[in-house]
C-alpha cells in the first residue's frame, strides 16, 4: 500500500508546493496547522521493529527498499503531513569511510576519534557516488508520497564534530570543547570540512526531490551564545547559504536552545524549531521577524493521559496563534517507548483543533 491510499493530512490539496507544511514553512495562510514528529520513523512502531528484525541500523538506512518502507509507516499509520527520510546524521561519514557504528540503546560509536590535524584527512569530501542508495530512497519515495512533502536532513557541523571527537554520545562534550578553546583553527577547519559534506549530503537529497530541509544540531545548546557565535555559527551559516539557491525551507533545530534562538535565526534557516522549555511567543520573540517556528510538545507529555496531552498540546497552538508560520512537532524525537495511539490520535487532535 502506498501513502496514498489512505486520507493524510493534505487531503484536500493536490500537490506538494500547496500542502500545509511548506505553506507554513513560507508562513502562507494553512488550511490546518500541519504536524509531524522528529523520529516518527523508527522503534515506537512494531511494523518498524518488524522489517528491522535482524538488521543493523546502519546496514538498513543502505537499503532503498527498507528506506521507503520505514519512511512511509509513520505517514500511513499517523496521517502526518510530513514524511521524513529514514536514515542517520552520521550516515554520510560512514560514506567517506569514517569506521563507526550505530550501538542500539547507546547511539554513534566512532572507532578512532578525530582529535589532530593529522586525523582531519580522513574527513575527505562527500560525493553523490557514495550515497547512491540515499539518492534513489529520496526518489523512490517522492513517487510513493504523492502530495506529502518528504524531508531531507542532516547533522549540523558542532553535533557531527561532537561525536567525532568525543568518538560517541557524550554528556559534557569534553574533547570536543578542549579543541574548540585550546585549538580554534584546528576546530574551524574541522567544522569547516563538516559544513561542506553536510551541505553536500543536503544538496543531493534536494537534487533527488526532498522537499525541505532539517539541520539537527542536538548538542549545541551546550554552548554559551558567545562560543556559539564564534565558534558553530560561521560553519551552520556555510550550510544554509551553500543549499539557499535550491529554494526549498530551511529547518534548524536543536536542543536547550533557549538562549540560542536569536543566533539559530541569524544563521540563516528559514524556520527554526524549539524545544519544550521555550513557549512559541517567547521563542518568536527571540527568533526575530522572518521566519516559520517548529515545535514543541514535551515529548514526554505523550505518557500522560489523552486528556492531559490535549491540554499541553492546546498550550502550544495557543502560544503559536498569532505566528504567521508554525509547524506542529515535539521539542525532541518521538521515545521509543511511547504508544503509537497517543501520537495517531495527537495528529488527529491537531488537525481538527485548527482547521479553518
Ligand atoms: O526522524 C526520523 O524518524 C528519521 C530518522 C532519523 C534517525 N536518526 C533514525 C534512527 C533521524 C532524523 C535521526 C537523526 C539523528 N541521529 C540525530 C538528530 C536527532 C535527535 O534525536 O537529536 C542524532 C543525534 C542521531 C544519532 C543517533 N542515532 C542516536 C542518538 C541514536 C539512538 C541510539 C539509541 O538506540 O538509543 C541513533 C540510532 C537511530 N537513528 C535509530 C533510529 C530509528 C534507532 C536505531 C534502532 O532502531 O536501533
Given at each position: ?40 520513523a523508527g522503534r515506537?512502531l512494531?511494523e518498524y521493529l518488524k522489517v528491522r528484525e535482524g538488521i543493523p541500523m546502519l546496514d538498513s538506512c543502505m537499503r532503498p527498499d527498507l528506506v521507503t518502507e520505514i519512511t512511509l509507516q509513520p ?8 514524511a521524513?527520510l529514514f536514515s542517520d546524521?552520521?550516515v ?10 550505530i ?30 542508495y540515499v539518492?534513489e530512497s529520496v526518489?523512490a519515495l517522492?513517487?510513493e ?212
Open positions: 500500500m502506498s501513502a496514498n491510499d489512505r486520507p493524510t493530512g493534505q487531503q484536500q490539496t493536490s500537490t506538494v508546493a500547496e500542502s500545509a507544511f511548506l505553506k507554513a514553512c513560507r508562513r502562507e495562510p494553512v488550511p490546518h496547522t500541519p504536524v509531524w514528529f522528529m523520529r516518527q515506537s512494531p505517514v500511513r499509520r499517523h496521517r502526518v503531513d510530513a521524513i546524521i552520521v554520510p561519514l560512514r560514506a567517506i569511510g569514517i569506521d563507526l557504528d550501538k542500539p540503546g547507546v547511539g554513534p560509536v566512532i572507532a578512532e576519534p578525530i582529535r589532530t590535524r593529522a586525523d582531519l584527512q580522513r574527513l575527505r569530501p562527500l560525493e553523490p557516488d557514495d550515497v547512491r539518492t526518489g517522492v513517487g508520497l504523492g502530495a506529502t512533502p518528504l524531508i531531507g536532513f542532516a547533522g549540523a557541523p558542532f553535533t557531527l564534530a561532537s561525536y567525532l571527537v568525543e568518538g560517541g554520545p557524550s554528556r559534557n562534550h569534553e574533547h570536543t570543547k578542549a579543541m574548540m578553546y585550546g585549538d580554534p583553527q584546528l576546530w574551524a577547519d574541522l567544522v569547516d570540512r563538516l559544513a561542506d559534506i553536510t551541505a553536500a549530503f543536503l544538496t543531493l537529497q534536494i537534487e533527488a526531490g526532498a522537499s525541505a530541509v532539517q539541520l539537527f544540531d542536538s548538542w549545541v545548546g551546550a554552548l554559551a551564545p558567545a562560543d556559539y557565535r564564534r565558534s558553530v555559527m560561521p560553519a551552520s551559516a556555510k550550510v544554509f547559504d551553500a543549499i539557499a539557491g535550491h529554494g526549498v525551507p530551511r529547518i534548524h533545530f536543536g536542543v536547550g536552545t533557549g538562549e540560542l534562538l536569536g543566533l539559530m535565526g541569524e544563521a540563516g534557516a528559514d524556520v527554526v524549531g524549539v524545544d519544550w522549555r521555550v513557549p512559541l511567543d517567547e521563542a518568536a520573540r527571540r527568533v526575530g521577524p522572518g521566519k516559520a517556528l517548529q515545535g514543541n510538545l514535551d515529548p514526554a507529555v505523550l505518557f500522560a493521559p489523552r486528556e492531559a496531552v490535549e491540554a499541553k498540546a492546546r498550550e502550544v497552538l495557543t502560544a503559536a496563534r498569532d505566528l504567521p508560520g508554525h509547524v506542529f512537532n515535539l521539542g525532541h524525537g518521538v521515545l521509543p517507548s511511547i504508544d503509537p495511539d497517543a501520537l495517531t490520535r495527537l495528529v488527529e487532535f491537531v488537525h481538527t483543533s485548527t482547521q479553518r
